[in-house]
């Protein structure tokens, strides 16, 4: 009669009694081989992410509903000349060392006129407008229209009524566009591509 130790199961594998569980090892094993690669790669995609993009925080209402303040977004800088509808983040104007996120609404050539906080481009309504809550109290703007020039974009927020933009400093040079928001990433729930078109 034999005396060894019964067989007791480790997972899938039977191993007599006494002996070392040796699919346990090497599972282990595994999963520590797979962690720094796999860490490496995310390292290396955010850093990536970060050179490619540019985060930014939007801070206050002016671009609501689309962006709210708090919302962390990325810019991708030097994607090219600005087109109408870009939402853009614009630096150093018109005030040096702030940052001003808006939409553009006329480029250079383009004739821009504002009537009751709506922007009729080229004697169009843009198409980028949302509907508008004024206030109580609150008196729309009526600017008479202006030719957009070389060199310029003219820029709006999105929630008119209390936006700083080109109604109050005029048109802003290309030149300080540092680039187009793409995305808002966080908070979470929020996060979503801005949509663009095919344009």
């Given amino acids: 009669m034999s005396s060894r130790a019964p067989s007791r199961a480790l997972g899938d594998v039977a191993i007599d009694g006494g002996a070392t569980p040796v699919a346990g090892r090497s599972s282990d094993r595994l999963a520590a081989a797979l962690v720094i690669p796999l860490t490496l790669v995310l390292v290396v995609l955010i850093g990536l992410l970060y050179v490619v993009f540019r985060p930014v925080r939007v801070d206050g ?74 206030a109580a109290g609150t008196r729309p703007y009526r600017l008479p229209a202006v030719t957009v020039p070389m060199g310029t974009v003219y820029l709006m927020g999105d929630n008119r009524p209390v936006s700083f933009d080109s109604r109050d400093f005029g048109p802003v040079p290309v030149d300080s566009v540092m680039g187009r928001v793409v995305a808002v990433i966080l908070p979470p729930p929020r996060a979503h591509a801005l949509d663009y078109g095919t344009r």
């Fill in 61 to 134: 209402p002016s671009m609501e509903p689309v962006l709210l303040s708090g919302d962390r977004v990325l810019v991708q800088p030097g994607y090219g000349f600005p087109r109408r509808g870009d939402v853009v983040v614009v630096t150093d104007e018109p005030r040096p060392g702030e940052d001003l996120i808006k939409r553009v609404v006329g480029v250079p050539g383009d004739t821009v006129e504002v009537r009751d906080d709506v922007a009729i481009v080229n004697g169009e309504n843009e198409a980028y407008g949302f509907p508008l809550t004024l």
